[in-house]
């Protein structure tokens, strides 16, 4: 039995409504194992701008620091597009990343039986697969220097520079190791060494770093046959380690193998206090609407009790919810097939609030 502090950022869009149903379920959870979970409310991202003039509030970030864990919605939104860069939703989450240095981005994308027809990849390619893409979040081209836009005219430029230290691949090619020997033991580190020189640092230190885990399988990859090898046979995979931006990319992509990314959870650790959120961002397009899927944030929590508060049963039992409801043929629009119920964002959470119950 234990106190957490959870600091909760509901964000624009979607967040809001999913957050509602995500904290049902863990507040269900905290009285099923008799824990308490006590949330705090910041702001971020659009919200946050229309509020107090800057994405990420100072508070924000001294609230966060002083909880256990951090739960986030969603940022950003067509209303912000226009604004300085600086300002924008999105620089407010990479500084957030920052300032809790969470430089290991776990994003699981496992296919769940109950939907595997709803991909747009075929049944018999998907059957089983089951990836964790970790991403280096708080380096290479996202926030190396120098950057910036220069000049008048045709000579007018942007530029961005991708740079990674030793340091920086060490750790994460180290956490992909760890988090492969319990899982299937394979680790693919992702790169472009044939064009890149940070990719050429990168691979000769996962290739140092691996000796030391000899009974882990490594192989390397470059960037653009992994995105083809993702949709061409996914089983291939288990762990898949990479830099920020192709991690970015490729995450997205092999969320789509799972069916939708209304399903997808994500955690960002390896500082003091985890930050975990669902990535399917703010969809604007559907905010407000009761439409959004929830199980992605309810995945988001699972994530938060393993990596952010070591609650590995509890993890499980919220991964156990998912897994009812959907076996129980209850879908979101997201996921809707023939023959299932349809439910809305409320009708969902509630729904894996009373399956969490019986379990
Ligand atoms: C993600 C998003 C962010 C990123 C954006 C919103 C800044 O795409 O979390 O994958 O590029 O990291
Ligand atoms: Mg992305």
Redesign the pocket.
């Known amino acids: 039995m234990a106190q957490f502090t959870i600091s909760v950022i509901n964000g624009d869009g979607i967040g809001p409504e999913v957050m509602v149903e995500g904290l049902k379920v863990l507040h269900t959870l905290g009285a099923k194992c008799g824990h308490t979970f006590a949330t705090s409310n910041y702001l971020a991202g659009g919200a946050a701008l229309d509020a107090t003039g800057v994405p990420l509030p100072d508070a924000t970030v001294k609230g966060v620091k002083d909880s256990h864990a951090l739960l986030f919605g969603a940022?950003?939104g067509p209303k912000w597009e226009n604004v300085a860069h600086h300002l924008k939703p999105?620089a407010g989450?990479?500084k957030l990343r920052k300032e809790l240095d969470a430089w290991a981005n776990l994003r699981p994308a496992m296919v769940y039986d109950e939907l595997i027809d709803a991909s747009s990849l075929k049944p018999e390619v998907l059957r089983g697969t089951d990836i964790m893409v970790l991403r280096e979040l708080t380096g290479g081209i996202?926030f190396g220097q120098p950057r910036g836009i220069e000049g008048t005219g045709p000579q007018r430029k942007g530029f961005n520079t991708e740079v990674y230290h030793e340091f920086e691949i060490e750790r994460i090619v180290r956490m992909a190791f760890v988090i492969a020997r319990g899982r299937r033991s394979k680790v693919c580190s992702v790169d472009k060494a044939n064009v890149l020189e940070s990719s050429q640092v990168w691979r000769e230190v996962a290739i140092r770093v691996g000796k030391e885990f000899p009974d882990v399988a490594l192989s390397h990859m470059y960037v653009d046959n992994a995105a083809m090898q993702l949709i061409r046979d996914p089983r291939q995979f288990d762990v898949i380690v990479t830099g920020n931006i192709f991690g970015?990319i490729l995450?997205?992509e092999s969320s789509q193998l799972t069916g939708s990314i209304g399903m997808l959870a994500s955690a960002s650790v390896g500082g003091p206090v985890g930050f975990f959120e669902p990535?399917h961002?703010s969809a604007p397009d559907i905010a407000g609407q009761q439409k959004a899927n929830p199980l992605a944030m309810i995945g988001t929590l699972a994530l938060l009790l393993r990596y952010g508060l070591k609650l590995e049963p509890e993890a499980q039992l919220i991964e156990r919810t998912i897994r009812q409801v959907l076996k129980d043929g209850l879908r979101t629009g997201d996921i809707k097939q023939p023959g299932c119920r349809i439910l809305n964002t409320r009708e969902m959470g509630e729904a894996a609030v009373e399956r969490l119950k019986a379990l």
């Open positions: 940022i950003g999105e989450l990479l996202y970015d995450s997205d990535i961002g």
